[in-house]
């Protein structure tokens, strides 16, 4: 029997970072073996943000697939490709698009959120309202089963759904399996500042190819309970940066000091930085090997160039088919 | 020199009509030997108002072909292809979506009228909506210098030169040329019942592919000046729809007989049938060797398949250069 499939990606508007990690890469690790995994790196997304610089989007699609390789992603069991590679999938998106309502895409509840915190005000793009239909279309082409995504995109999966719904309605059989939402195992991680929201541009993260001293000064910069002066006073566990940190990527060995960090923390009878120290040799430990992973990759530019242009052979392939699929349902000329 | 080039084309929603001839057929035919001609059929458009009966388009995609044939379109001089058939179309659309502002799209006139006269309140898709950037990618695709037009069509290619102006800026250099609109002799020929706009389904035009006795009870049943009830009263000339094609579908042997009417039409001395019947004999012999040119064509399908398909792709290698151009410009990945 074949195996099931996940579609999953990226935009490459900047390095990934541990957020990135706990969302989706700790996932399409995971699964890589049990499914056939499919990866995009979506450079056209990009030029949704990066539109008056689009010449970074190029370098910043190399980064990305090196920190997917550096967190173990086998290239040899996943499928890497670049969006601007497989023209077909924009086709497909032109028949999607006429399947939602204009109201419905900008319902989007990730299109709102991002107009907000973005301040685009008034002035997004066309292309940025089509966003969700663009991702529609990553995952349809490659008929995924499974979206391994953070907490952010399960709304724009919702539309995914109703689309592949709405096709196979219109086709009288299934063109599309119904994908279904992976939300990682910390749907979203604060940023080192406290904010609900982590990013490059936030300055609130640690990148997953970040060296050791500008960890442990990130570390050592985290926002914890701001009620909390003196060593001794009582301090407050749950939704402190630090102890979300400390839960998302301690191992089974660390788990009884950890509980004896936050009963002491709740009692007042631990420093900050005796925690912090803990937490940035934890988060060194962690980035390590990726880090030396990712320069392994990084000496050998001609393999992953290799790897994202054999990848994006194989997945226009497989959207030719998809799309000619499409076009037989309607009874579009071929 | 390489002549320049024409792009021009018909969104397939039916057969054409008398108002197409006027507004846009009569200058392809005229123009085909001084430029390069494109003619696409925008069968992918035709979604947007098609998306409940796709399989309807297939058809009108050869009905239109064939009614262009039929105006002397010839073959072996323009090139005739399927917007479906060239997917690197809706890649550069997803380009140049990101390069226009959502409100500027949606304030685009032609847009607007449609949704009212179409009746779609707030229902209307989003492809819709994207619907001027994905003409202006059929337009620039080809890197069209000249653009005839309908006069609704105007405003779509305005948007058109502005990304085209708006690419050419970012990339540094003249990646496109700026299109020219050319309006039809006749920017827009009123219906049969005297409305300002004729269509299909406002069953008030007369087709190209009509016959004899169709086109005299069209002609008969007209609407003239409806202040003018008796042959003795004197009528208005001006705006009214009788004259409009006789001056419109005349040849020069008939300006004087024309001329004689309108003089005894303003002084009411003719009667409504007389000007009727003469009108009605100038469109049959108008229509005439259309429609027989047109059965030539029917009687041989493999051949106008051959057509669209051979234009296809011969389009489909310019565009995957086109779009070669832009990526570059933007330094995407290769």
Do not use: W
Not at 144 to 163: F, I, K, M, S
């Amino acid at each position: 029997m074949a195996k099931k499939r996940i579609l999953t990606g990226d935009t490459p508007t900047g390095k990934l970072h541990i957020g990135h990690y706990v969302g989706t890469l700790e996932n399409r690790v995971k699964l890589q073996d049990q499914y056939e995994t499919f990866i995009i790196e979506a450079d056209l997304h990009a030029l949704s943000t990066l539109s008056k610089s689009p010449t970074k989007i190029n370098e910043y699609l190399h980064e990305v697939l090196l920190d997917n390789l550096a967190v173990g992603l086998d290239p040899g069991k996943a499928t890497f490709f670049a969006e601007s590679l497989v023209p077909e999938i924009y086709e497909l998106a032109a028949f999607l698009s006429m399947y939602v309502s204009h109201n419905r895409a900008l319902r989007n509840p990730t299109v709102k959120d991002e107009i907000k915190m973005k301040g685009l005000g008034d002035t997004f793009s066309l292309g940025f309202v089509n966003y969700p239909i663009y991702q529609a279309a990553d995952i349809l082409c490659v008929k995924a089963n499974l979206v391994p995504v953070g907490v952010d995109q399960v709304a724009h999966l919702e539309q995914t759904r109703e689309l592949a719904k709405d096709l196979n309605s219109v086709a009288g059989r299934e063109v599309f399996p119904i994908p279904e939402a992976l939300v990682g195992r910390v749907g979203k991680l604060v940023g080192t500042d406290g904010n609900p929201k982590m990013g490059k541009s936030l300055n609130n993260t640690i990148f997953l190819s970040e060296g050791d001293e500008e960890i442990e000064r990130k570390i050592r910069n985290m926002y914890t309970d701001p009620k909390r002066i003196h060593a001794t006073d009582p301090g407050t566990v749950d939704g402190n940066p630090v102890f979300i940190y400390l839960d998302a990527f301690s191992k089974e060995e660390h788990k009884t000091q950890i509980e004896d960090f936050k009963n002491r923390y709740k009692t007042g009878q631990v420093k900050d930085t005796e925690i912090k120290e803990y937490l940035s040799e934890l988060m060194k430990d962690f980035i390590r090997p990726i880090r030396e992973l990712r320069k392994k990759y990084e000496s050998q530019p001609e393999e992953s160039d290799r790897i994202i242009k054999a990848g994006s052979e194989r997945v226009r392939e497989i959207v030719v088919q998809t799309l000619a699929d499409v076009k037989k349902s309607l009874n579009f000329i071929s």
